[in-house]
């Protein structure tokens, strides 16, 4: 351990305050979500970019982007 | 198989979707902008300045939301959270004044974004996650908020393209619906599966007031004050700022596109890195590496392939600091009341982000150059190296002990 946490007992932490139910299918769901979400944003940067290939700087979108 | 998972893990899973859904649709609201604008007859400056309240409104919540949330349990404020956010995007779509937008949109999503999002999940996943994988876990939610501004970004503008802006943003609002399934999977322990003691509320102050004088804890505030400036200076006035070197728009875009996809890689990795190392080294290697960043890329003639290499390094830089500095806070004083005392040092997050973003443009319109922001953002780069290697990082044992 790095952090000396060891010590105090915690890796055996058991939930005090929280817990989780998971479920298959919701896991399943969750899963293919982020998959989704991994290629379907690279996939959507390329059609966004194909679609509009003059991208204007001053156009505001851009100042929120990655904040 | 996914339904074999333990907890830990089906807790980060599930906050991670969370994480990116509502932190993904946050980040659309610029691509509104200008049809809000019109349509309500407004200015563009009175929808940046609902959406400049909505950021301050996320971060001023972070502290008061997170007690709760370590109080409480994270599924009451989540599903709330969840109801307020598509209420509130629903809400902007039926407004008729700025005064409407001003409550819809900066205020009630801004206070749903603040219960949806990193500090809430953090309150849940520290009580969850056995300590040696915290790191893992928090990089992981960390990396899915990434890939969630990274995914919805360009999803916001097909959207915008196929209906109407109201249709598009009530879209968005059912897609935020989904986080209700996976907030009601976390739920408070029942006695016999929790062999823990649940602190009395009124702990809370007697933790607060040893954090407010844990030469550590202040240390960690600034060190985080220090990456919101970086991230909201870079986000806002890189284009501007290669626009001025006169870099092509498109490649600005990537540049930023770069950014947000490196970030997804960064998170992951600086979270994985903090399990295997001390987290206060890894943050000072971390804003050590943004400060020789930051110094390449001054040398450097700024050309669109200086500006995307520059993405890609400072991308890999940019949130990994999140992973780190929350589980050096929780480090320092244990998981009970974690969602707190992240959410203080996410609210200095916020008042550097507003900062930098403000002095960026502040600057440029008194010099005319970007350049006295840079050298700032490289000297705070160094200051934020240098506090984190003399940082305190040993754990308050007091704290430590009374939980378990």
Redesign the interface.
């Known amino acids: 351990?790095?952090?000396?946490?060891?010590v105090?007992?915690?890796?055996?932490?058991?939930?005090?305050?929280?817990?989780?139910?998971?479920?298959?299918l919701?896991?399943?769901?969750?899963?293919v979500?982020?998959v989704l979400?991994?290629f379907?944003?690279?996939i959507?940067?390329v059609?966004?970019?194909a679609?509009?290939?003059?991208?204007?700087?001053t156009?505001?979108?851009?100042?929120?982007?990655?904040? | 198989m996914p339904k074999r998972l333990p907890s830990w893990a089906t807790a980060t899973l599930y906050g991670t979707l969370i994480v990116a859904l509502s932190m993904g649709v946050r980040q659309t609201f610029g691509v509104f902008l200008i049809p809000i604008s019109e349509t309500l007859e407004i200015g563009r400056s009175q929808v940046s300045f609902t959406l400049a309240v909505q950021n301050l409104i996320f971060g001023l919540g972070q502290p008061f939301i997170g007690a709760l949330a370590d109080r409480r349990g994270v599924r009451p404020i989540l599903m709330l959270g969840v109801l307020l956010y598509a209420l509130g995007l629903w809400g902007v779509t039926v407004v008729s004044n700025v005064w409407g937008l001003l409550f819809a949109l900066g205020l009630v999503v801004g206070l749903a974004q603040s219960m949806t999002t990193f500090v809430v999940i953090f309150s849940a996943l520290g009580a969850l996650v056995p300590t040696q994988r915290r790191g893992l876990a928090f990089g992981l939610v960390t990396a899915g908020g990434s890939l969630g501004m990274f995914a919805f970004v360009p999803l916001a503008q097909i959207l915008l393209s196929m209906m109407s802006w109201q249709g598009a943003l009530v879209s968005l609002a059912l897609l935020i619906l989904l986080i209700l399934l996976f907030a009601l999977a976390f739920r408070r322990p029942t006695s016999a599966s929790s062999q823990a003691v649940t602190l009395p509320s009124s702990s809370l102050k007697p933790v607060l007031a040893t954090a407010f004088r844990h030469p550590g804890y202040l240390l960690l505030n600034l060190g985080f004050f220090v990456c919101g400036f970086h991230v909201a200076f870079i986000a806002i006035h890189f284009p501007a700022y290669l626009a001025d070197y006169a870099v092509a728009p498109f490649v600005a875009a990537s540049a930023l596109a770069v950014i947000g996809l490196a970030n997804v890689v960064g998170s992951y990795l600086f979270g994985s890195l903090s399990d295997r190392f001390v987290k206060k080294r890894v943050l000072s290697g971390l804003y050590f590496a943004r400060a020789v960043v930051f110094v390449l890329f001054l040398l450097v003639p700024v050309t669109g392939t200086s500006a995307l290499v520059f993405g890609f390094a400072i991308g890999l830089l940019w949130l990994g600091t999140v992973p780190l500095t929350s589980g050096l806070v929780a480090q320092l004083f244990g998981v009970r009341y974690l969602g707190t005392l992240y959410g203080i040092v996410f609210l200095s997050h916020q008042v550097g982000a507003f900062l930098g973003a403000w002095l960026g443009g502040a600057v440029y319109d008194v010099t005319g150059s970007y350049l006295p922001v840079w050298y700032t953002a490289l000297a705070l780069s160094l200051v934020a190296a240098f506090i984190h290697v003399i940082l305190d990082d040993r754990p308050v044992r007091g704290l430590q002990e009374q939980r378990v």
Do not use: K
């Open positions: 351990m790095t952090d000396g946490s060891a105090l007992g915690e890796t055996e932490l058991p939930a005090f305050a929280q817990a989780v139910e998971g479920d298959g919701l896991t399943w769901i969750a899963v979500a982020l979400l991994a379907g944003g690279v959507l940067w059609v966004w970019f679609m509009a290939p003059s991208i204007q700087l156009d505001p979108t851009w100042f929120f982007l990655c904040s």
